[in-house]
């Protein structure tokens, strides 16, 4: 018998007959004895009408009216789930952000998850054997008021439920079979992973079609909440996302990431002196333009090169607020280029074993593909390479570190 | 300055675009100088969809569970309404039925509003100037979780609120210009009333389209509510619904109501003894039957004949009922007809004047319309009459009374 939450996405509660879908697995679980709480998302598509519907009464509307019109899409599955699960005969209600209560902050919108209440679910899932069916990605603000946790929040919402009602495990149910060691769109050979470190998932995060939500990966490795990502469409296993003391075999790279997200800024002949990085990536930061890659090549005039990467949707903003304080930095020019892409390497095993970085290189060069920019982290090594080598190096490394299927 | 609820009833706030109508509407008032609390409905359509969903997911839905379905549809209005007013200027927020709270029994699917704690929404109509954007049709049930007043509350809610806040109107947004003599589709020369007495309203409840629940118009009378009924599509002048002392010039009949929706009964040769009626009438009661124009004829052999109507969608169940007491009541034969139709004619003059009752029976006669059954109340004279006479009879009462349009 164990203590489990499920969680189950829009595209596993999109109409009727998935709700149905989504009642005969939570039956399944229940009847194997295990104790169930669940989490549920809008219907697909349901979120995007009623965010629609706000933007057409004022693109500046306010977020906690914003916040009471989204959080219907919710309430609506965890409603409807509950009638699905009592007429196939299980015990179940629904619980709304504002009734258990999960209190977040005030930041509408956006709101961050403080505390659940949940010894009332504790006690109806132990003593009365029934379903607590809860809305994700909403909670109840100081305010008393409706709050949203963001768009794919309910992920965040499932693991901090897991971590109150102390589950076993969270279930996390989506339209993929799991974490890949890549995107299978690009490398047919990618395999499904049986278990994953929570830090490698959380540098994986963009492979696989946006799997988990970042915040929800972290706020797992922070509770010590095993989190399982399956598919609501097989009966296959998914991938435990996990401590990595619990993976015995770790293997020297987990996956292989990538992006086309970014934009290569180059600034070329800034001064060379102390102070002049914080000049640059200050104005940047104030502007909210998220700096990731940065590499600075020391000239011997006295001079430096520095290159970083942004957001590609952020670049015009960035190019703006460089102008901006050409004068106070002096520098020589900027240039931009949007046809970059990042690969990155990923693994809990680089930590005790050298070369991964060198096999990297090695490789890509034997493609012919030439680096732009290079990062590493404890766990992590990404390179900005052109956008049209983008699947060729992809593939190549997910040979090249023994990724492929057999 | 007055104190206003504006009641939005579902084809006012069907879409974005008429929610900017009744914003418009809003910020006329509260421009104008008046405290404003608004009530909203679901957008047109939008309950029909979520109850089909609960119907979907079990016919014998929780009525807990489905309460938190249907009641997004006024969550999300209410939201919508909030922001469209804020984009025009007004300062407004949503309010939920937990929210305020509006405390309801727990009668769920069917509840009563037991009190709605008004304080709050009142400092902020005053002192703040903000309008009070409140969800129809729901409140908070002692079990902590949301209720629906059953299909057409937002008008109860509407009045309830104004009774809260002690609003020196309601004013009931709708699809029709008022309240009628009789239903315009049949007699082209219907006029609006200016003004109509609770009671008088409350007996003319069938006429022009269901214009208001009659639990509401109950409500306003008991409450002293006035209300106003009045389109959101044009500029003109409602019907106030008011106390009877407020109409200086009382009409002897204020309009002429009808019903298809009735079928007749008859039980020949019934002993006429003391508990006859009782040992009727009570069954059916039991069985959740609404029986109403009743009428006893003694023959002269110590039995009697027994009509009364019931609604057609209930007959099949009466006779089942009235068939099972065959035996304990013994009587000699039950017939029903389907094709009968029933007339009214209200007005609270009628109780200061004679000879209403009589003009009717003379318009009829002078038609060639039988009359099947007659009943009366204090300010109400109704005849049963067969289906296929419905038009002309109205169309001749409505002359006869005096109340076509110039």
């Known amino acids: 018998m164990a203590r489990i939450v499920m969680k189950f996405g829009g595209t596993s509660v999109a109409d009727p007959e998935r709700i149905r879908n989504a009642a005969a697995r939570v039956k399944r679980e229940v009847e194997a004895g295990n104790e169930v709480a669940v989490v549920v998302s809008a219907m697909a598509g349901a979120t995007n009408q009623l965010v629609a519907w706000c933007q057409e009464m004022s693109p500046l509307h306010d977020a906690r009216e914003y916040d009471t019109v989204v959080a219907t899409g919710e309430q609506v599955t965890s409603g409807l789930l509950a009638i699905a699960l009592q007429h196939v005969g299980i015990e179940a209600r629904s619980w709304q952000g504002w009734q258990i209560p999960i209190r977040t902050d005030g930041a509408h919108g956006k709101a961050r998850i403080d505390a659940i209440e949940g010894a009332e679910l504790i006690r109806r899932m132990r003593d009365l054997r029934q379903v607590a069916v809860v809305t994700g990605f909403q909670g109840l603000g100081p305010d008393h008021r409706v709050t949203t946790l963001g768009r794919g929040g309910s992920d965040t919402s499932a693991v901090a439920l897991a971590a109150a009602l102390a589950a076993d495990r969270c279930d996390i149910y989506t339209d993929v079979e799991g974490v890949f060691t890549t995107d299978p769109r690009i490398v047919a050979k990618a395999r499904k992973l049986?278990?994953?470190?929570?830090?490698?998932?959380?540098?994986?995060?963009?492979?696989?079609?946006?799997?988990?939500?970042?915040?929800?990966?972290?706020?797992?490795?922070?509770?010590?909440?095993?989190?399982?990502?399956?598919?609501?469409?097989?009966?296959?296993?998914?991938?435990?996302?996990?401590?990595?003391?619990?993976?015995?075999?770790?293997?020297?790279?987990?996956?292989?990431?990538?992006?086309?997200?970014?934009?290569?800024?180059?600034?070329?002949?800034?001064?060379?002196?102390?102070?002049?990085?914080?000049?640059?990536?200050?104005?940047?930061?104030?502007?909210?333009?998220?700096?990731?890659?940065?590499?600075?090549?020391?000239?011997?005039?006295?001079?430096?090169?520095?290159?970083?990467?942004?957001?590609?949707?952020?670049?015009?903003?960035?190019?703006?607020?460089?102008?901006?304080?050409?004068?106070?930095?002096?520098?020589?020019?900027?240039?931009?280029?949007?046809?970059?892409?990042?690969?990155?390497?990923?693994?809990?095993?680089?930590?005790?074993?050298?070369?991964?970085?060198?096999?990297?290189?090695?490789?890509?060069?034997?493609?012919?593909?030439?680096?732009?920019?290079?990062?590493?982290?404890?766990?992590?090594?990404?390179?900005?390479?052109?956008?049209?080598?983008?699947?060729?190096?992809?593939?190549?490394?997910?040979?090249?570190?023994?990724?492929?299927?057999?």
Do not use: C, W
Request: no cysteine; aromatic share 4%; charged share 25%.
């Open 194 to 406: 049986d278990k994953i470190a929570y830090e490698e998932m959380l540098e994986l995060a963009s492979v696989g079609a946006k799997v988990l939500q970042t915040r929800s990966v972290e706020l797992a490795m922070k509770e010590k909440v095993r989190v399982q990502v399956l598919s609501s469409f097989t009966d296959a296993p998914g991938t435990l996302v996990v401590d990595e003391d619990e993976i015995v075999e770790k293997a020297l790279v987990a996956g292989i990431a990538y992006s086309r997200d970014e934009a290569k800024i180059t600034i070329r002949r800034v001064p060379d002196r102390p102070g002049i990085a914080a000049a640059i990536f200050g104005p940047l930061a104030g502007a909210a333009i998220n700096v990731d890659m940065i590499v600075q090549n020391v000239a011997a005039d006295g001079t430096t090169d520095m290159t970083f990467t942004v957001p590609k949707a952020d670049l015009p903003r960035a190019e703006a607020t460089l102008a901006g304080i050409k004068d106070a930095i002096g520098y020589a020019e900027i240039t931009a280029d949007r046809d970059v892409a990042k690969v990155s390497v990923v693994g809990v095993g680089m930590r005790s074993h050298a070369g991964v970085a060198s096999t990297m290189f090695r490789t890509l060069a034997e493609k012919g593909i030439n680096i732009q920019v290079i990062s590493t982290s404890e766990i992590k090594v990404s390179v900005l390479i052109g956008a049209e080598y983008i699947e060729l190096a992809v593939r190549a490394l997910h040979t090249a570190y023994g990724l492929d299927a057999a």
